[in-house]
């Protein structure tokens, strides 16, 4: 086996086990570069719209990792993801996502029951106006582990149990490119 992170190839590894026992990957992505419904289709066409948001029906457990990618545009303020408890508006927010070019901070945060949570920040803000990125939000025991480009750039802490997330949504100052979860 292969392993390769944001197509960079880091190590391989021989089975000593047979991959049989282990449940069926399962992935969604959207993007504007086709819109998978099924695992491995691709050359779709679809059209992004803003806010994007993804339902998972399944929810998310540990180990579920969600990839964002898009380009923050040259007039950018500010632009959010959420990971939503619920499909309708006002649904409580797992994680709050909350990159702010025109405060050079990026906020994280949680709503429960209509209140929001003590508000975190985390170092600088590695978002550039006019420039792509690329976000890994992994799920682990302790919270949410957020990576940009390569770098691990904050670990938020679960508030709230993360399979109650049922939504990812997507919003604010940004071309979104993809959002994929595996």
Known sequence: MVLVILQKHKLEFRRRHSLSPWPQLRTWETGTQGACPQP??????????????TL?????????????????????????VN??????PGSEAALHFN????????VFNSLEHGAWGREERGPGIP????????VLLITTDEGFKVVVGD????????????????????GGDLQLELVKIF
Do not use: N, W
């Not at 978002?127 to 690329?134: K, L, W, Y």
């Not at 802490?157 to 949504?169: D, I, K, L, S």
């Open 151 to 170: 770098l691990e750039y904050h670990h938020f802490r679960h508030r709230m149990p993360p399979t109650r997330v049922r939504a990812v949504e997507v």
């Open 83 to 88: 990971l939503l408890c619920g499909e309708e």
């Open 99 to 106: 990159p702010r070019l025109d405060e050079s901070s990026v």
């Open 56 to 80: 998972l029906a399944d929810g998310i457990r540990v180990g579920t990792v969600m990839r964002i990618r898009g380009v923050v545009p040259d007039q950018a303020g500010r632009f959010y």
């Open 40 to 53: 491995g289709l691709s050359g779709c066409t679809f059209s992004m719209s803003m806010p994007h948001k």
């Open 127 to 134: 978002f550039q106006r006019g420039q792509p990125f690329d």
